[in-house]
């Protein structure tokens, strides 16, 4: 098949790693692979197409201004009609909402994989929605958790084209040890370290972690965190105000993934996720997990292999890494068990499996899609 993947990626998160991982897995089943991201400014080499590239999978950079959207449905189309593909498959809001409709007009039967809603600010939430809207006409919507399903469903989107696809491990490069990985972060060999890896801002709850870290100041933690954001700034400001020392901001690390032996223990604060990719780099690094019992987390983890606790509530959370300092022994035999888990539930091939299915299955109902 020829398959088109558009992106407007931002920082490297979870949902660029699934689309990187499904480039790459398609093109080394012999499809043939093409990714296009929407870019607001010249980048003559994008960190996003670099690797596709150097690895031979087609890339194309639409480079449009800001809101230029019916030059941007143009661009799309032109590349539709170059390339020919047999599936759009498109990730994250604009690319839903702007472009995939270009190739449905174009008898082009359009997928798209829903990663996960942030909510936030009236801007977004309209976003979102507008989102929700598009769906509706996609051949195939595929969720990444249980909960996005049903979430889907209540939007109006029909069941019989939602598919329950959680994201697959791929390992990009193999974690480091952990001395050399304190190193390339800066942290201590001797310290015990709290690491946090995500995007700053609200729904990934950093916060929560702040809130919890306040009680345990007894423990000498060193907590770690990786990532950029909006609340950067007032995070900062905020851990300052409370005497919150012992807080190293690192901001966005590249391959930041092969970094997680470094952590004693690894924390996901979120509010809200689909199936977060970290959670799977901590697990294959053999990292002691508490995370927070969100979205597909307790699809992806039980509580034979991670410490679960409630949403935006730090004195749980905080319990939870008092645990986990005072018997290590006990973590890490929870963190071996995730290794287990990892290696036989999230494997690629199956996953790869599951989204040829889904390709083949839009293509055969391909001219009845277009009625709607």
Not at 22 to 49: K, S, T, W
Not at 56 to 63: Q, S, V
Not at 128 to 151: D, I, K, N, T, Y
Not at 156 to 161: D, S
Request: with cysteine; charged share 25%; proline share 7%.
């Amino acid at each position: 098949m020829v398959v088109l993947q558009v992106v407007a990626p931002a920082d490297f998160g979870g949902l660029e790693r699934v689309a990187h991982a499904l480039a790459h897995g398609l093109h080394g089943l012999g499809h043939d692979v093409h990714v296009a991201i929407v870019l607001d400014v010249a980048a003559e080499r994008h960190p996003f197409l670099t690797p596709l590239a150097d690895c031979g999978i087609a890339t194309h950079a639409l480079e449009l201004p800001m809101r230029a959207y019916w030059r941007e449905r143009r661009a799309v189309a032109a590349l539709c009609r170059r390339i020919r593909p047999d599936v759009i498959h498109t990730h994250g809001y604009r690319p839903d909402v702007v472009d995939a409709s270009v190739a449905r007009k174009l008898g082009i039967p359009a997928v798209t994989t829903v990663h996960g809603f942030t909510g936030g600010g009236w801007k977004n939430r309209c976003y979102e929605w507008l989102q929700r809207r598009a769906f509706r006409r996609f051949g195939a919507v595929v969720a990444v958790s249980r909960p996005l399903v049903e979430g889907l469903a209540r939007a109006g989107v029909p069941r019989a084209r939602i598919h329950e696809v959680p994201n697959a491990w791929y390992e990009t490069s193999p974690p480091l040890d952990r001395t050399a990985a304190r190193i390339v972060l800066g942290l201590p060999q001797d310290g015990f370290v709290v690491g946090w890896v995500g995007r700053l801002s609200q729904e990934k709850g950093p916060d929560v972690l702040l809130d919890a870290l306040l009680r345990v100041t007894d423990l000498p933690l060193v907590v770690s965190v990786v990532g950029s954001g909006s609340e950067r700034l007032r995070l900062q400001a905020r851990a300052r105000a409370r005497g919150l020392s012992g807080i190293v901001w690192h901001g966005a690390v590249p391959d930041a993934g092969r970094l997680f032996r470094a952590f004693d223990v690894f924390v996901l604060s979120s509010r809200t996720e689909g199936t977060p990719i970290v959670l799977f780099e901590a697990m294959a690094a053999e990292v002691p997990v508490v995370a927070t019992r969100v979205g597909g987390v307790p699809d992806i983890l039980s509580p034979s292999e991670a410490a679960l606790v409630p949403a935006a509530d730090p004195a749980a959370l905080a319990a939870e890494l008092r645990a986990v300092y005072r018997d290590p022994g006990q973590a890490h035999e929870r963190a071996r068990r995730a290794r287990g888990r990892l290696e036989r539930d999230f494997s690629v091939a199956p996953w790869l499996a599951r989204y040829e299915r889904i390709y083949e299955l839009v293509g055969r109902a391909a001219p009845a899609a277009l009625v709607g």
